[in-house]
């Protein structure tokens, strides 16, 4: 009987879908950077936002946003699709992204609790979403002074995960991987006074069903939680591109007061959610995110 292969041991499919995938990486970043974000853009909008993306952004639209005309999801499929080129090629230039973004001005009613935070020692938990590009926030703060650490979701696909480590490590360091060993770790670092940074708007199976966007959706209670249990801040924050295509608004929204795990999750759904009903093409709409919501 054939044994599968161990999670770091890459299969042949992993080998041939990594290499096609590095050589459009390498391709595209010959170009200068604001072209090849341009470039990738043009990619995703044309080609794989066609084949691979509209599909899902559609179904989404029509579960929680039913009233939009045709036009207007045209219009949202092609921003999602140019968002989400524009972020893959950003992601994968590395230290050049990180050096960009940490030019970029940083704002909003919370900024000032963070520098009060960093200044006491205190940790935050920072909760931000699958919009713009979050990655644009961690690399400002960071060039900022703060100590920002993130938790990220390891990729199926042992070769697209070392590159994906590599070039996040780049922009902004720690990083922890998902699971007991990285959980171990991030908690020390949560714990120390660090600045530990979360997306909140992924399906979770064990969390609780708390409204987004107007729908039921399992939503992890864990960022409130760990505020509640370590004296941290809960902090929403979101970099919303601009449209240039290269430039984004980093705003850091107030902290959520401490209450109850599901009050606190609530108040960063309605966060998250007003910010994809202002700009409805740089959330992702990828992601299944309210599954298992309906009735057995």
């Known amino acids: 009987m054939p044994v599968s292969p161990a999670p770091d041991q890459p299969t042949l499919r992993h080998r041939i879908e990594d290499m096609a995938t590095a050589a459009i990486i390498r391709g595209v970043r010959l170009l200068p950077y604001r072209k090849r974000l341009a470039a990738m853009s043009w990619i995703f909008r044309r080609i794989l936002g066609p084949l691979a993306l509209n599909r899902r952004v559609?179904?989404?639209?029509?579960?929680v946003l039913p009233d939009l005309t045709p036009a207007e999801v045209r219009t949202i499929c092609t921003s999602v699709a140019d968002n989400f080129g524009r972020s893959f090629i950003e992601l994968h230039s590395g230290t050049e992204f990180a050096r960009f973004a940490a030019t970029l001005p940083i704002g909003g009613p919370g900024l000032a609790a963070l520098d009060q935070a960093h200044a006491q020692g205190r940790p935050v938990v920072l909760v931000s979403?699958?919009?713009?590009?979050?990655?644009?926030?961690r690399a400002?703060?960071?060039?900022?002074?703060?100590?920002?650490?993130?938790?990220?979701?390891?990729?199926?696909?042992?070769?697209?995960n070392r590159r994906y480590v590599d070039t996040i490590e780049s922009i902004a360091a720690p990083l922890?991987?998902?699971?007991?060993?990285?959980?171990?770790?991030?908690l020390r670092f949560l714990k120390s006074g660090g600045m530990l940074g979360l997306l909140g708007d992924h399906y979770m199976a064990r969390g609780e069903l708390v409204p987004f966007l107007g729908k039921p959706a399992w939503t992890a209670t864990s960022a409130a939680k760990m505020a509640l249990k370590y004296n941290a801040l809960l902090v929403p924050l979101y970099a919303t591109r601009n449209a240039d295509g290269v430039?984004?608004?980093?705003?850091?929204?107030?902290?959520?007061p401490h209450s109850d795990a599901l009050t606190m999750t609530q108040a960063l759904n309605?966060?998250?959610?007003?910010?994809?009903?202002?700009h409805p093409g740089q959330w992702f709409w990828l992601h299944r995110r309210w599954k298992n919501t309906e009735p057995a």
């Not at 559609?58 to 579960?63: I, K, T």
């Not at 979403?129 to 926030?137: I, K, L, R, S």
């Open 58 to 63: 559609r179904e989404n639209l029509a579960l």
């Open 129 to 137: 979403a699958h919009f713009g590009n979050y990655d644009a926030w």
């Open 140 to 160: 400002g703060l960071t060039a900022r002074g703060f100590k920002v650490g993130g938790l990220y979701m390891p990729m199926t696909n042992p070769l697209a």
């Open 176 to 186: 922890f991987p998902r699971g007991p060993e990285g959980m171990t770790d991030m």
């Open 247 to 256: 430039t984004f608004t980093i705003e850091v929204e107030a902290p959520i």
């Open 270 to 278: 309605d966060s998250a959610s007003a910010r994809v009903r202002a």
